[in-house]
């Protein structure tokens, strides 16, 4: 569980996790230097729980290396990341450790998502939830996994450690949970465990409702970046390394020429556009973005009419 600043909901997550019907799990708390009582609330549970172990970082080193550090500590057989304003159901690790168990081609067991309040009150989640991945191609896996990542719910699912060892991991740019996701689709099939319930908290402070590119790239990676703000540019560097990578699993051209595909479609042209201004002056790219939006907004009108 990377955290920081977490004492707002960390309590509801640590409790959902210590509830599990499956118990024989450590759970890992790396805090990223919190300024708030976070990491006393974490010792208050591991002085109770022996499988409960806190890593205080010194500084802030950022989501991704955080969610690094959590996995190089970890020693099951099985990883999943928690997020510390999520909770889960009573038998969300049971479950989806029951199907890998049973399926070693699948790599990747997940539940279906419901949305939270900050009060526990149920709705819809923000964002489409990915369905199972089931081909017996990984490089129509692959393609599938990053055309339907969406919100990346399946980030918090379960892991085989084995395949991450061997991948990317997260890498410093917003968004390369997707990257994640897309490597651990070359190595197995995506199974989304109905059963098992992944409650996603929205409120104000996700990361996912920060604007700026810019400071939310201080979130991923601990400094203001304008490099680490070109999110789309670093997601394609990132995806044509990994499709070079598994050779013995499958050959890379197939895999290349999907992300060439991608990489040329007009929405996505426009984005590597944008990011390269923006790193040159983000007020000509704030500039471009409102020139182009605009009409954006006409058309997506005129469709509704």
Request: glycine residues 6%; contains cysteine.
């Amino acid at each position: 569980m990377p955290v920081f600043n977490g004492s707002n909901f960390i309590r509801d997550a640590i409790d959902s996790i210590i509830g599990q019907t499956f118990t024989d799990f450590e759970l890992i708390v790396c805090d990223n230097a919190s300024e708030d009582d976070t990491c006393d609330i974490v010792q208050q549970y591991a002085a109770k729980d022996s499988r409960i172990e806190l890593i205080r970082n010194p500084r802030n080193i950022g989501a991704s290396a955080n969610y690094n550090l959590g996995f190089r500590h970890g020693r099951g057989k099985y990883l999943k990341w928690c997020a510390h304003d999520d909770t889960l159901s009573p038998n969300y690790l049971e479950a989806c450790i029951r199907v890998m168990d049973a399926n070693p081609d699948v790599a990747l067991a997940f539940g279906s998502t419901l949305g939270i309040t900050g009060k526990n009150e149920i709705v819809r989640p923000v964002g489409d939830e990915t369905p199972s991945l089931e081909s017996d191609n990984p490089a129509e896996r692959f393609q599938r996994a990053i055309e339907l990542s969406g919100t990346c719910f399946p980030i918090f699912g379960v892991f085989r450690r084995e395949n991450l060892e061997r991948s990317t991991l997260h890498r410093p740019y917003y968004g390369s949970d997707r990257a994640v996701l897309a490597e651990a689709a070359i190595m197995g099939k995506f199974r989304r465990v109905e059963e098992a319930i992944f409650y996603n908290r929205e409120h104000e402070q996700r990361s996912i409702n920060i604007d700026d590119k810019v400071q939310r790239s201080f979130w991923q990676t601990g400094r203001k970046s304008r490099g680490a703000a070109a999110e789309h540019l670093q997601l394609a560097r990132h995806l044509f390394e990994i499709a070079s990578r598994h050779s013995d699993i499958t050959s890379p051209w197939p895999l290349r020429a999907a992300l060439i595909r991608r990489s040329l479609l007009p929405i996505q042209l426009g984005r590597y556009g944008l990011e390269l201004v923006h790193m040159v002056s983000p007020a000509a790219a704030q500039a471009a973005k409102r020139v182009f939006a605009k009409p954006q907004r006409n058309h997506e009108a005129s469709k509704m009419v």
